[in-house]
Structure formats: structure tokens, C-alpha cells
């Protein structure tokens, strides 16, 4: 093939995570695909005001997406898209934008080009709505990491002890954290001298019901303490840091926007 050829023409359906110019009226997407992942398109002269492409995205949408594949460089040739969704919230709640933009900075950043991985997209299609139409919550936001930990194989091990395997029951003795090895060990082991940190049960019953929990309503349903959300913010914070490769800084910008009062 000639590198004038297109390529072959796919159609998916693609979430808006960045936009970036690259010229005056050209733009670099990158999108969510539902089955080809993260990818890159160019679109150009998007923003001339005869372009086809003119209000078709922006960030948070979700659009029909028809591209070119481009194996070479891993950046596509957008054909055509349409907006299915375009949460139009974002453009006016500021703290649900900020917790949009946390979500798909971390998705865009802990993910490979062209790595498909449709329970990611499901994730974020999920996580976005509840943001667009209920407005941004703390509680929604660590319910997704808890979902992308898992969708990412690195999960928090909260069910059972990672030494003796035994199942940990709320009434039991609380179980110890051990950050390193990214789950709990029972108290019998922990007095044993496995090492790790007390962690209030009341936290690790939460971490536990989000992680089980298919819909972010669970969590946003949650009654949890300022307390308690700081709690899980530091526990959640560390866990990231420790068992992912990217640091995500956008995280405690959102997290402090989701806590700024109102201007008077
Ligand atoms: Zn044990």
C-alpha cells in the first residue's frame, strides 16, 4: 500500500477524551472506541465553517465514528462522526466537568493505542452518564477507580486474606492493609506478623460494596461521612500510586473542585 491510500474504513462508536489543534481550523482527537479502543484521529479543517465535522464533537460526546485505520503511526483519518450523546451538562456544571475530565484523563493515560477493551468503554459510557445527568459526586468518582482497578487487573483484594486465603466476614476481627501486595490480611495472620495498616471497617465495607456494585447509582446512594470520603480518597490515592505507572495528576485537581463551595 501506498502511503497516500486511506486504509481501510471502520465504524465504531468513540467517546470524546481530548482535543487538541494542530492548526488553526485542523484538530488531534483522541477518542474511547467501544471496539478498538483508544485511538487518534486527524481531523482536518474541523473547524472551518463549511467542515462536515462543525459541532459533530466535542469532549464527553459520544459519537458514530467512521475512520480510516492507519497501522503506521497509530493516528487515524476521521472520516465522518455524528453525536449519539453529548452530555450537554459539561458544559455547564463545573464540578461535573471536572470529574468527566478526571475520568477520561485517567482512561486516556492508563490505556495503549489500539488495545481494545470494551469493558473500559462500558465503564466510561457509564461513569460520564451518571456525571451528565446527576451532577458529580466524590462517591462516584472512587466507585470508578474501584471499576477501572479492576478492569486494569489490579484490583484491591478485599474479599479474602492474601496469606491464609480465608474468606474476611464483617464480624470477624478487622483485617489489616497492606498497600505493596494491594489487599487485606485476616487478623490471625496479622498477629502472626504479616505485615500491614488497620484500616476502619466501615471503609472496607464501602470499598468492598462499590467494587461489587454494577452501577455508579450504588455509591452515589452511599450515606458516607466527609469523614469517610476522605478516608477513601487518601486509601484509593495511595493504592493508585503504588500499583499503577502513571501518575494522575488530574486526580486531586478534581477531587478539589468537587469540594470548592459555591462562589456566593
Ligand atoms: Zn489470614
Given at each position: 500500500m501506498s502511503t497516500g491510500e486511506p486504509g481501510v474504513i471502520l465504524k465504531d462508536l468513540a467517546i470524546v477524551l481530548r482535543v487538541a489543534p494542530v492548526?488553526?481550523?485542523?484538530r488531534m482527537v483522541q477518542w474511547y472506541t467501544q471496539s478498538h479502543g483508544k485511538i487518534a484521529t486527524l481531523i482536518k479543517g474541523a473547524q472551518r465553517p463549511k467542515s462536515p465535522f462543525l459541532g459533530q464533537f466535542d469532549l464527553f460526546y459520544t459519537c458514530e465514528l467512521l475512520f480510516y485505520a492507519r497501522e503506521r503511526n497509530h493516528i487515524h483519518y476521521a472520516r465522518e462522526c455524528a453525536p449519539l450523546e453529548r452530555r450537554d451538562r459539561f458544559r455547564i456544571d463545573w464540578r461535573a466537568a471536572a470529574a468527566a475530565s478526571y475520568c477520561a484523563d485517567a482512561v486516556a493515560r492508563l490505556t495503549l493505542p489500539d488495545a481494545p477493551q470494551p469493558a473500559l468503554y462500558h465503564l466510561l459510557t457509564m461513569t460520564l452518564n451518571e456525571f451528565a445527568t446527576a451532577g458529580a459526586a466524590e462517591a462516584v468518582v472512587y466507585w470508578f477507580e474501584l471499576k477501572l482497578l479492576t478492569a486494569l487487573g489490579v484490583?484491591?483484594?478485599?474479599?479474602?486474606?492474601?496469606?491464609?486465603?480465608a474468606p474476611l466476614l464483617p464480624a470477624a476481627r478487622p483485617p489489616v492493609f497492606t498497600l505493596e501486595r494491594g489487599g487485606l490480611v485476616c487478623a490471625a495472620c496479622a498477629a502472626r506478623g504479616a505485615a500491614g495498616e488497620p484500616c476502619a471497617p466501615e471503609a472496607l465495607a464501602m470499598l468492598a460494596g462499590w467494587q461489587a456494585a454494577g452501577s455508579p447509582r450504588a455509591a452515589r446512594r452511599t450515606h458516607c461521612t466527609l469523614r469517610q470520603l476522605s478516608a477513601m480518597d487518601t486509601l484509593l490515592g495511595r493504592f493508585l500510586h503504588t500499583h499503577l505507572d502513571q501518575l494522575l495528576v488530574s486526580r486531586a485537581i478534581a477531587l478539589s473542585l468537587l469540594r470548592r463551595p459555591d462562589a456566593a
Open positions: 492548526s488553526n481550523t485542523s484490583q484491591p483484594r478485599l474479599d479474602s486474606c492474601l496469606d491464609c486465603g
